[in-house]
């Protein structure tokens, strides 16, 4: 019965909620998420008047913003964090499935949905800003959606509550989420490890589990590790994508003439615009940079800034570092890759095979360990995501916050070792409930993020 019902919802989530028909007998299926994140994307664009394009100066010159209290965390590690998400399994395999469905032409409508959604992610995380509170259990700050959703009910109801529904179904999603995704991350590390290395699914899980409770279960290990990790790996994978261009620099104006054709051809609009590049590498990446889901905000919330629009700033140009620069990669690797090679090939070993003709080897054994990295780092994100969730469902109690590490823990293990696809869609479940009720608020709260850009642009010119 329960698994019945989390397809139920799935289905509602994530299925096609009405179809466009198109030329040659295909359609174009549009999912609630889709219908609900594309508008909002288009529609914060247009308020904030372009701010990723017309402000990127600006979200380049507040990760400079600096601290004063040695507990709370900057602006640039906010960044760190979120991009530890954000940098997940969806620049790796969301990207392989949306180039796989929809051709290079999938590539150009991803750059199109982190332009709009920089602007979402904008708004988001500025509220976080605003509604933020003391932490005094981590030290510094923390905050997110179920803070602001809760502000915007206490307001409207014009009176103090300790909970209101809509922000409790929001932080209940947010743990269902994030445990659905340990199962996710263990499984594919798991099965990279097993091609790559022979290494039996067992004993990854069991490293993968050890070295994740050392760091978590510590107080503040958390952010030090992803200090040092995420610019690591994300530098690595950078680079590497340079050379493997450098190497094919004469393929380069084709490759971007495909991508152009293609993203306006009538094959590519209706596998590779927004319903494969959204649909496949956007839903199993998690939304690959989500913007809108409500994950980021959590990591905003921590940062120390004089102004609030700067943490807003800061987490737009994080959606530019996941899909303009990360997800670009990915896709270059195997745009320049021949055809024929990977014709009829999808998931990793489309990815693995384009590897290894571009560096042998070596280049399986690279993007086993780059999944590693990114997926591993991805689970220390949605852990310090959950602190403010479990902060506010049960209070400031650190046997609750040990117990959520200690549960996510035991869920990184199981998807390691088996794959249960209905706590899979369960995962999928979460991040579309979370998206849900944080578009929903918004709306009437964008006002106040608004006004603080305004604030800020002022400031600059006084």
């Known amino acids: 019965m329960i698994v019945n019902l989390i397809t139920t919802v799935y289905n509602f989530l994530w299925g096609d909620l009405f179809t466009i028909p198109l030329p040659g007998g295909g359609s174009l299926g549009i999912s609630l998420l889709i219908l609900l994140l594309i508008p909002t994307g288009i529609y914060f664009t247009i308020r904030t008047r372009f701010l990723p394009i017309r402000l990127f100066p600006d979200m380049i010159r507040a990760l400079s913003e600096k601290k004063n209290e040695k507990s709370s965390l900057s602006s640039f590690q906010t960044l760190i964090v979120s991009t530890a998400t954000r940098v997940g399994m969806g620049n790796l395999v969301g990207v ?38 003391e932490d005094p259990l981590y030290g510094g700050y923390r905050g997110g959606p179920a803070y602001y959703i809760h502000d915007l009910v206490e307001d409207h109801l014009k009176k103090k509550k300790r909970y209101v529904l809509p922000a409790v179904l929001f932080a209940i999603a947010g743990l269902i989420c994030w445990c659905g995704i340990s199962q996710v991350i263990s499984n594919s590390v798991a099965s990279s490890f097993k091609n790559a290395f022979s290494i039996p699914p067992l004993y990854t899980s069991i490293m993968l589990v050890i070295l994740s409770a050392i760091i978590v279960l510590r107080k503040n290990a958390t952010v030090k590790v992803l200090d040092f990790v995420v610019p690591v790996m994300a530098v690595c994978y950078f680079f590497i994508t340079l050379f493997i261009i450098a190497v094919n620099f004469r393929q380069i104006p084709s490759v971007f003439a495909r991508i152009f054709e293609e993203a306006f051809g009538l094959r590519q609009m209706a596998a590779g615009g927004f319903g494969a590049v959204l649909m496949n590498g956007v839903k199993r990446g998690l939304f690959s940079n989500e913007a809108g889901s409500g994950s980021a905000p959590c990591a905003a919330a921590a940062a120390e800034c004089d102004r609030p629009a700067k943490a807003g700033l800061v987490q737009a140009l994080g959606v530019f570092v996941d899909t303009i620069v990360i997800c670009s990669c990915t896709a270059m690797i195997m745009l320049l890759a021949p055809k024929d090679l990977i014709n009829g090939l999808s998931g990793m070993d489309l990815l693995q095979t384009a590897m290894q003709y571009h560096l042998g080897k070596f280049g399986v054994i690279f993007i086993a360990l780059t999944l590693f990295l990114f997926s591993f780092s991805t689970f220390l994100g949605i852990l310090f995501y959950a602190r403010c969730n479990v902060a506010y469902l049960f209070g400031d109690k650190w046997c609750f916050q040990t117990a959520y590490k200690v549960l996510a823990l035991v869920m990184l293990f199981i998807g390691g070792i088996a794959a249960y696809t209905f706590v899979w869609d369960l995962g999928d479940v979460g991040i579309g409930l979370m998206t849900i009720f944080n578009i929903i608020a918004l709306y009437p709260l964008a006002g106040e993020a608004l006004s603080e850009l305004k604030s800020y642009e002022e400031s600059k010119k006084s």
């Open 96 to 133: 392989v499935a949306a180039v796989s469905a929809g051709g290079a032409g999938a590539v150009f409508w991803m750059w199109v949905t982190a332009i709009i959604g920089s602007s979402t992610a904008f708004i988001e995380a500025t509220l976080a800003q605003l509604h933020k509170e």
